[in-house]
Every structure is written in structure tokens, then in C-alpha cells.
């Protein structure tokens, strides 16, 4: 079972991973917990590229395509030899991803996008995915006191930099997407607290 988290900056992916991933191992489930971008080891040299500051107005499609190679990498490393293994695996962010950010914020083809995941990834599509909903303005303020605590790996704030507009964009895309498939997408209010999605969570993963 392929199982993946998106979110906006400041979600709580992270932590409700870990409370997933407890719960699926209680339940004897062996798993797998991976990211994009950063789930290889050339991954992780990627999502420097990609999340340092310094990187402020790269272009999109050097963006996308980037993000792209990370998980044309993933994938094939990290992601089908799991699933081939009969492992679950629980992934940090995938493609709907690229179609929130690339596509919806930055406005890039969604053709091309839909177009690129075919040819590298075969249309592999996750079994469930797990949004995490909140306003920017939440999302954001959170993800700036975690920065500031020094509870994210380096500098990787390009786009936590990013205006509000943008993120606004972002939580749009994800939440049209999950109107798009409401088989596959369920949606969680990640303003609740930490032990309120915890449930919520579970209560689908039961
Ligand atoms: P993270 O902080 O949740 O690990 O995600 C890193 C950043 O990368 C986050 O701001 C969202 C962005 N991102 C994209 O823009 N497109 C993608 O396809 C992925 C996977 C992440």
C-alpha cells in the first residue's frame, strides 16, 4: 500500500508520519517512511538545490523539472522496490506535489506535468493521500517558529519565503485536486490538535 501526506508549509506532515507509522506497525504492517524531495541519496542533493534561499527566483521550469529528477530517482530506488516487497509505504509529499505548486501556484502546463508523469513514473498513483488542511497564515506561522527553534535540517526556506499569495494558490490546488478524486484524497483539518489528526488519521488508516 502506497500512502501519501501533502500539505502546505506548516501542516504537521512530519509528526502525523510518525504517529501513522506507529500505528501501522502496531498493527504488524512493515513499512517503509520516505520524503520528496530527499528520500535518496541524490535526492537529498537535489532538495538543497531546490529549498536553498540563495536559489530565490529560479526558474519554474528548472524548478519542475528538478523536482522531476528526485522522484524519477525515488521512485524506482525507493518507492516500487518497497511496494514490490509488500512493504507499506508512507511518503512525505508526491506528485500532487508538483500539480499544487508547479502547476497551480506557479501556473506551469498542467498538460506537461501530467505528460512527464507519465513517461518517468507510469501514472504510479498513491492508494490513499492524506491532506492536511489549514489557512497559510496558520500553516506559515508555525513553519517559521519551527525555523526559528532550529528544528529544520540547514536553510531551506525558499518557500516559506514565498508570499502568502502563493500559498493561498497552493492550498487552493491541493483542495481542488481532492475534489477531483475524493476516492483517494481525505482531507483533515490540521488547525485540530496534534491528538485530534492523530484520530482522524487512524480512524481512515482502521
Ligand atoms: P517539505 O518541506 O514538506 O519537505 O517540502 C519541501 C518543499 O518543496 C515544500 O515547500 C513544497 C515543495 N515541493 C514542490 O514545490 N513540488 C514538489 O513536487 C514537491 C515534492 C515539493
Not at 505548486?101 to 504510479?124: P, T
Not at 477531483?180 to 485530534?196: C, H, M, S, T
Request: charged share 30%; hydrophobic share 40%; proline share 4%.
Amino acid at each position: 500500500m502506497f500512502i501519501t501526506f501533502e500539505g502546505i508549509e506548516g501542516s504537521g506532515k512530519t509528526t502525523q508520519i510518525r504517529h501513522a507509522l506507529k500505528f501501522l506497525q502496531q498493527n504488524g504492517k512493515d513499512c517503509v517512511v520516505t520524503r520528496e524531495p530527499g528520500g535518496t541519496v541524490t535526492g537529498q542533493k537535489i532538495r538543497a538545490i531546490l529549498l536553498d534561499p540563495e536559489g530565490k527566483g529560479m526558474d519554474p521550469s528548472t524548478e519542475l523539472l528538478l523536482y522531476v529528477a528526485d522522484r524519477a530517482e525515488h521512485v524506482n530506488k525507493v518507492v516500487k522496490p518497497s511496494l514490490a516487497a509488500g512493504k507499506t509505504v508512507l511518503c512525505d509529499r508526491y506528485y500532487d506535489a508538483t500539480v499544487a505548486y508547479q502547476g497551480y501556484a506557479r501556473g506551469l502546463d498542467m498538460d506537461l506535468l501530467s505528460k512527464l508523469h507519465k513517461l518517468i513514473l507510469n501514472d504510479l498513483k498513491p492508494d490513499i493521500t492524506f491532506l492536511l488542511d489549514l489557512p497559510p497564515e496558520a500553516g506559515l506561522s508555525r513553519a517559521w517558529k519551527q525555523i526559528e527553534a532550529g528544528e529544520r535540517e540547514g536553510i531551506e526556506t525558499r518557500f516559506e519565503k514565498e508570499a502568502l499569495a502563493f500559498h493561498e494558490k497552493v492550498r487552493e490546488g491541493y483542495l481542488e485536486l481532492a475534489r477531483l478524486e475524493p476516492g483517494r484524497f481525505f482531507v483533515i483539518d490540521a488547525l485540530k490538535n496534534e491528538d485530534d489528526v492523530r484520530q482522524d488519521i487512524i480512524k481512515v488508516l482502521s
